[in-house]
């Protein structure tokens, strides 16, 4: 089947530790996407992806960073500087049909640092 | 820049009973406007979505949404909703021209009571 992996669903870290999210899509898809949400405020863009080996900060980078080795995976690094890294984080694919990009979905990591 | 406000951030409706969920956009070019549906602890999944032409589109699940771009709205809409729906619903909004990016609002819960 195709679709999108995130793992692990769940992970717990101590505060000052780096934490690194997987994601890997088998869709064939050029652009990739990372999103935290969080209760009442929506998907907020961290990183993005349209090519290999480049990618673009949205709009909370700080305290994350990423890497686009392979089309395949977009995992995402969240670092001891981000100052509240509990949340819930999506990535997404997308890729352009006629023009429009449409985009899909992973299940989720839910991060908990304490 | 864009933005998207949806104006209800909860909405308690009775099983088989019509429901609106109400989706404002601002933007100075053309979009393309999506629908989105969270399960809880689940990934997007993509509703419906308006690109061009009629400006009523229908969904998955008997969800429709009516573009009105004097309006700048984008409202979705049931007749006849099901325990089921109970669900966080997102609109999101990509401009024309450089439309890989989504930007979306802070979403609605939606929740069927019997």
């Known amino acids: 089947d195709g679709g999108i992996t995130q793992s692990p669903k769940y992970l717990f870290r101590k505060e000052g530790q780096n934490v690194t999210l997987s994601c890997e899509q088998n869709?064939?898809?050029?652009?990739m996407y990372w999103y935290r949400q969080d209760p009442g405020q929506g998907l907020r863009l961290i990183y993005y992806?349209?090519?290999?080996?480049?990618?673009q900060k949205g709009d909370i980078a700080e305290g994350y960073s990423v890497s686009r080795e392979k089309k395949e995976s977009f995992p995402l690094t969240v670092t001891s500087a981000q100052k509240n890294p509990t949340a819930f984080y999506l990535c997404?694919?997308?890729?352009?049909?006629?023009?429009?990009?449409?985009?899909?979905f992973g299940p989720g990591t839910r991060l908990t640092v304490t | 820049a864009q933005s998207v406000t949806q104006l209800d951030s909860q909405v308690p409706v009775f099983e088989e009973a019509p429901v609106e969920l109400r989706c404002n956009y601002s933007?100075?070019?053309?979009?393309?406007l999506f629908w989105y549906v969270q399960y809880p602890n689940q990934g997007l999944q993509l509703l419906l979505k308006?690109?061009?032409?009629?400006?009523l589109v229908k969904g998955i699940n008997g969800f429709e949404a009516e573009f009105n771009k004097s309006q700048t709205s984008f409202h979705l809409r049931k007749p006849s909703v099901h325990i089921s729906d109970t669900a966080e619903y997102f609109c999101?909004?990509?401009?024309?021209?450089?439309?890989?990016?989504?930007?979306f609002g802070k979403g609605t819960l939606l929740t069927v009571n019997p």
């Open positions: 997404a694919s997308s890729i352009a049909v006629s023009g429009i990009y449409e985009q899909y």
């Open positions: 992806s349209q090519i290999v080996n480049d990618f």
């Open positions: 869709l064939n898809h050029d652009a």
């Open positions: 308006y690109l061009s032409g009629s400006t």
């Open positions: 933007s100075s070019v053309s979009v393309y």
């Open positions: 999101a909004v990509s401009d024309g021209g450089s439309n890989y990016k989504l930007t």
